[in-house]
Nanobody, 121 residues
Framework: QLVESGGGLVQAGGSLRPSCAAS????????MAWFRQAPGKEHEFVAA????????YYSESVKGRFTISRYFVQNTVYLQMNSLKPEDSAVYYC????????????????WGQGTQVTVSS
């Protein structure tokens, strides 16, 4: 089970740090990722991290502004979001699973309920 928290409302240029806590055991072969979906838009990859190696992946739209990290002891993944823009507004979903391609949503077995991020201009 994945539980997200830490979304909210922020002005453009501000920061947020949502988190995703995984219950149960995690595997070093897991990847955990963040996807987002805005109204009327497609489900979009944001960032991912391989649990064992900590290799990270980012979409071009967030590279340099967002940082994904994991806290091994608490089975928690964080998404530090800086320099937020109104176009970052969306529901952000956490996902976990053993995947060959961390940037693709297919293959992730577990999904959180989503946390709303709203960036005002």
């Amino acid at each position: 089970q994945l539980v997200e928290s830490g979304g909210g409302l922020v002005q453009a240029g501000g920061s947020l740090r949502p988190s995703c806590a995984a219950s149960g055991r995690t595997s070093r072969s897991y990847a955990m990722a963040w996807f987002r979906q805005a109204p009327g838009k497609e489900h979009e990859f944001v960032a991912a991290i391989r649990w064992g190696s900590e290799i990270t992946y980012y979409s071009e739209s967030v590279k340099g502004r967002f940082t994904i990290s994991r806290y091994f002891v608490q089975n928690t993944v964080y998404l530090q979001m800086n320099s937020l823009k109104p176009e970052d507004s969306a529901v952000y979903y956490c996902a976990a699973g053993v995947v060959a391609q961390p940037t693709a949503s297919m293959g992730y077995d577990y999904w959180g309920q989503g946390t709303q991020v709203t960036v005002s201009s």
